[in-house]
């Protein structure tokens, strides 16, 4: 997607407004918010000093949390402001509100290479309507735009949208990385390139498996979504998660898939329990089903078994480029871990490949692993990923300019 970036344009001196991803987790500790993991602060790092370096004077935006259009301190960005402070080893001063004098008189005080945080875009209710009003009150601080906040790219927000149609546009450097990893390179991907889709339902993955199948060779389904196709083969699933309405759209990704010579992949075998306890994290006593066996009344699927495994893991080992989104089962729960975190092992054993983790949990499941540094892209964005393979324009890419 050929977008310019902060490379192709002059930014010294330039008052530039930096959408960036500071949506951090913060736990109340003594009174304070604290933050508790500071990775979407150091995915931004590289932009960040590189207008710096560019002596560009930086006015950062972001949401955190969902406050609803109220000021919320507990959902304050102050907190933000100094850890930042800390990483880059400059001062970064902070303005109380997004828009209005404090936010001006501190964007013009601004000198080369100085950095501005804004507080909470989300304390306006206009920010998620993107209110022309609050995007004409946002872009009054700045003379260009500059969006590194991958995550928030699918949303037409004021300060994701509405701002950029207002000056001259750029991506960040993460926002570019993003956009090579989960567009460019799969407009003409080295094959055979292969998709990992799992998570609970097939009506949130199903776009994706459409517009897939028009560009994959090989399609592993996992995860609780896999029940859905079965039942639409007239299987027996127990318990399992299903949504019986979706199971004519299943049928047909499958007839599409037959149709285009894609292998599309089903689990051989499960892992089923008859107790699951979510809140708790616990399962009751399971066992493996046997290959191509029906789930038994009473039990649910909650992870691939050891065959499906063997299968999935020879598909990855031979493919070129791979993208996965979704856990098998229901890693969250130790018992029914072991699928994703097999699907994870044999992913980043195919060094020969380029492998891209999809956003969310497949993330969370690859760092749990322990093999994040052996894959070759992990995306910031779970919802703008997924939005991307299934082949949508994001809004907030979409307004930025052409190269
Ligand atoms: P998603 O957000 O669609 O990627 O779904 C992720 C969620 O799917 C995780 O919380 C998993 O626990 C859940 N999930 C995966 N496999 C199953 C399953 N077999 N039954 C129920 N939930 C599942």
Redesign the pocket.
């Known amino acids: 997607m050929a977008k310019k970036t902060i490379r192709d344009i002059n930014l010294t001196g330039k008052r530039c407004f930096v959408r960036v991803d500071f949506n951090v987790p913060l736990d109340e500790k003594d009174g304070h918010m604290v933050i508790t993991d500071d990775t979407r602060i150091k995915e931004t790092l590289p932009t960040i000093r590189a207008l710096i370096e560019a002596g560009a004077r930086l006015i950062l935006a972001s949401h955190l949390g969902r406050p609803k259009g109220q000021r919320d301190p507990k959902q304050s960005l102050r907190p933000v402001a100094m850890r930042l402070a800390e990483m880059i080893g400059r001062p970064v001063d902070f303005a109380d509100d997004c828009i209005g004098a404090e936010a001006k008189a501190k964007a013009l005080a601004l000198q080369n290479g100085g950095v501005l945080l804004l507080e909470n875009v989300r304390y306006h209710a206009g920010e998620e309507k993107n209110d022309p009003a609050l995007a004409r009150a946002m872009a009054d601080l700045a003379e260009v735009y500059v969006n590194d906040a991958f995550g928030s790219a699918h949303r037409a927000h004021s300060s994701t949208a509405g701002v950029a149609a207002l000056m001259p546009a750029v991506s960040g450097l993460l926002m570019e990385k993003e956009l090579t990893y989960l567009h460019d390179e799969l407009q003409n991907p080295a094959r055979p390139f292969l998709v990992i889709l ?4 097939v009506s ?2 199903i776009q994706a498996i459409d517009a897939l199948l028009d560009k994959a060779d090989v399609i592993l389904i ?3 979504m ?2 859905t196709f079965r039942l639409a083969l007239g299987h027996a699933i127990g318990n ?2 299903c949504e019986p309405d979706k199971a004519d759209t299943a049928r047909a990704a499958l007839d599409k898939a037959r149709a285009k010579g894609v292998k599309l992949l089903l689990p051989a075998d499960n892992y089923i329990v008859q107790e699951m306890d ?1 809140a708790a994290k616990t399962v009751g006593p399971g066992k493996y089903t046997n290959p191509g066996e029906d789930i038994p009344d009473g039990w ?4 691939i078994g050891p065959e499906t495994i063997r299968q999935y893991a020879a598909e990855i080992a031979a493919a070129k480029t791979i993208v996965w ?8 729960i130790k018992d ?1 871990a072991k699928g994703t975190f097999a699907i994870a092992a044999a992913v980043a054993a195919n060094s020969a490949a380029t492998t891209i983790i999809g956003g ?3 993330v969370k499941a690859v760092k749990k692993a322990g093999v994040a540094d052996k894959v070759t892209f992990i995306s910031t964005g ?1 919802g703008a990923s997924l939005e991307l393979l299934e082949g949508t324009v994001l809004p907030g890419v979409a307004a930025l300019n052409d190269k």
């Open positions: 799992g998570g609970a339902k949130d993955k996992g995860g609780g896999a029940y399992s998660l979510f649910e699927g909650v992870d989104n979704g856990p098998m089962g229901v890693f969250e029914c969310g949990d497949s779970g």
